[in-house]
């Protein structure tokens, strides 16, 4: 294999980037962003690997949530303040009844690039346009679709912003909202009662550092953006944007620019597995992307859809397995799941979401294999009403009485909740 550098990538094939029509802004751009400050340590995505080593033995569980698409005009204190007391709290769940430590990645501070099945759309009345890309790529508003380099700087401002208001919430902030699991959306389950009394007894126990603990994660997608933030530190080079990044099912062939890219830094790094994976590609990818065969370096996120695992996982961990890397397992119980409602909204269905991860926890037992974490698109706001089902008992109809989301759609504050203590009571000891 020929050598790495940050720019290596450049000469191969690539998908899903933006072009920039004006070089000489994006020249401009791309130099600023070689200059500004890391958002994150090396020394933090040095531990992130360590508890995703940890995981991948079976001794933490990783949650892994966020947005599709962060929004830039969501950075507002209220708003990250709630999505983060989500994941944490969506820890702090996990952990009170698995007993297991918990590692908490959020997809935050970044989730700004979006891969697209299709490149263009068409709307009723403009006829086909570009398709929404991600808030550092270009608008949501339809007349805002060209794609802008000016608009990846905006999106390292409000990372910084993020990132620094998140911070200094989880180290000096009132934690008193993140201790109260709310559960009066759910009083239609069947097990209400011990919710209620789990969130109590959480409640009460203080929280410790390593609870409000959380690292921040995106999908690489745009690799000309993540190698201007990609940085030397002693011999290594690590992308210094995100503590973990991501390939996504849609980038991740062989011999195409996102591996090269992705081989190269010293990061944690996840791939997305999806159904059209083959056991032997899977093979070649894990050696490629952990050659030196780390714990807690390689993340894979598995993403079939409900029913589809059964024809797939059992082939991935052999193949795995075969291959001698270690990974850490981690379910997507979303992303193989979408649908599109009668009212052409897309959305999930609660129970899809279940389904997946519950088959998945079965499979990786019956295999000896260990699932390490799981992976959801959720939003800490209790009205969004983007996924069908759960307790709440959302409809069709009800979508669109709060369907915020850009992209994906998401579980809200209550599914998201209600997901969590599912998975907890189902999780292998
Ligand atoms: C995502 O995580 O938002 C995404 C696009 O996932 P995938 O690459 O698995 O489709
Ligand atoms: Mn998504």
């Known amino acids: 294999m020929s050598e790495w550098s940050p720019q290596s990538w450049r000469s191969l094939p690539k998908y899903q980037m933006a072009e ?29 690997k360590s508890l995703l080593a940890e995981a991948g ?25 709630t999505q983060l007391k989500l994941i944490l709290q969506m820890g702090m769940i996990l952990e009170h009844i698995s007993g297991k ?15 697209r099945s299709k490149p263009t759309e068409v709307v009723e009345g403009l006829g086909e346009i570009m398709s929404f890309k991600g808030d550092n790529i270009n608008g ?49 389950s069947e097990h209400a009662a011990s919710y209620t009394a789990d969130a109590q007894a959480i409640a009460q126990k203080p929280l410790s550092s390593e609870q409000l603990e959380f690292f921040t994660s995106h999908e690489a997608m745009q690799l000309d953006l993540e190698e201007a933030l990609t940085r030397a530190v002693g011999s290594k080079y690590y992308n210094l944007s995100a503590h973990l990044v991501w390939i996504g099912d849609r980038t991740r062939q ?17 791939v997305k597995v999806g159904p059209s994976m083959k056991n032997d590609e899977l093979k070649d990818l894990v050696t490629v992307l952990n050659p030196k065969k780390e714990e807690g370096r390689l993340m894979l996120i598995t993403r079939y859809g409900a029913g589809k695992a059964e024809a797939m996982l059992p082939g991935h961990i052999q193949a795995v397995k075969e291959s001698g890397v270690p990974v850490t397992w981690q379910c997507d119980g979303v992303h193989g799941n979408g649908v599109v409602a009668s009212n052409k909204l897309k959305t999930r269905c609660f129970d899809d979401i279940m389904t997946e991860i519950l ?15 799981i992976h959801l698109e959720v939003t800490g706001q209790s009205s969004v009403t983007e996924v069908v089902g759960g307790s709440m008992n959302i409809t069709e109809d009800m ?28 999780m292998p000891s």
Not at 33 to 38: A, F
Not at 57 to 69: I, K, L, N, P
Not at 163 to 183: C, K, M, W
Request: hydrophobic fraction near 35%.
């Open 254 to 270: 062989l011999d195409c620019a996102h591996i090269e890219y992705f081989r190269g830094i010293s990061n944690p790094i996840g």
């Open 101 to 115: 430590p918990i590692g908490k990645i959020c997809r935050v501070a970044g989730q700004y690039g979006k891969p």
């Open 359 to 373: 088959e998945v926890i079965a499979i990786h037992q019956r295999c000896g294999s260990v699932l390490g974490g």
């Open 20 to 48: 920039w029509e004006d070089e000489a802004v994006a020249d401009k751009v791309f130099a600023k962003l070689g200059k500004l400050p890391p958002l994150v340590q090396a020394k933090e995505c040095d531990r992130l």
């Open 140 to 188: 949501f508003d339809p007349k805002d679709r060209k794609w802008d380099p000016q608009r990846l700087l905006e999106g390292y401002w409000h990372s910084a912003a993020t990132l620094n208001f998140l911070r200094g919430y989880a180290a000096n902030g009132d934690h008193t909202p993140v201790q109260s699991i709310e559960i009066s959306d759910l009083k239609g």
């Open 57 to 81: 033995r079976g001794e933490r569980f990783m949650v892994q949530g966020g947005d599709c698409a962060e929004r830039f005009l969501d950075c507002e204190s209220e708003r990250l303040e």
């Open 399 to 426: 979508l669109l009485q709060n369907y915020e989301t850009y992209c994906d759609p998401r579980l809200n504050y209550a599914q998201a909740i209600e997901a969590t203590f599912r998975v907890a009571n189902e």
